[in-house]
């Protein structure tokens, strides 16, 4: 089972930026395809980015063109640079599996998540 710890979070005014990293335990992280979830207060938990373990990307609409993901499997670490935040960007962020069909962003967690970081977007 891998386990998953989010950081990078925090208070940011709209425009701004943030990089939040993934790391991973776990020797097999470098097979799968992981992604970026994030769940605002009174939503429902949402894919926003995905890679595969080739380093190939996808985006939901509504980050495209601002958030980028990558990810290093010898550091068994995921990142996401957040650039020109809005306010609706605020929630909290947590990475965990996706399928690994990137064609259209599919969750695939696994059952265990980790505490999230907490992304505010605000004046």
């Known amino acids: 089972q891998v386990q998953l710890v989010e950081s990078g979070g925090g208070l940011v005014q709209p425009g701004g930026s943030l990089r939040l990293s993934c790391a991973a335990s776990?020797?097999?992280?470098?097979?799968?395809?992981m992604g970026w979830y994030r769940q605002a207060p009174g939503k429902q938990r949402e894919l926003v980015a995905g890679i595969n373990s080739g380093g190939t990307t996808n985006y939901a609409d509504s980050v495209k063109g601002r958030f980028t993901i990558s990810r290093d499997n010898a550091k068994n670490t995921m990142y996401l640079q957040m650039n020109s935040l809005k306010p609706e960007d605020t929630a909290v962020y947590y990475c965990?599996?996706?399928?690994?069909?990137?064609?259209?962003?599919?969750?695939?967690?696994?059952?265990?998540w980790g505490q999230g970081t907490q992304v505010t977007v605000s004046s």
């Open positions: 776990g020797s097999i992280f470098s097979i799968y395809a």
């Open positions: 965990n599996r996706i399928n690994s069909r990137l064609a259209v962003l599919l969750p695939f967690p696994f059952a265990s």
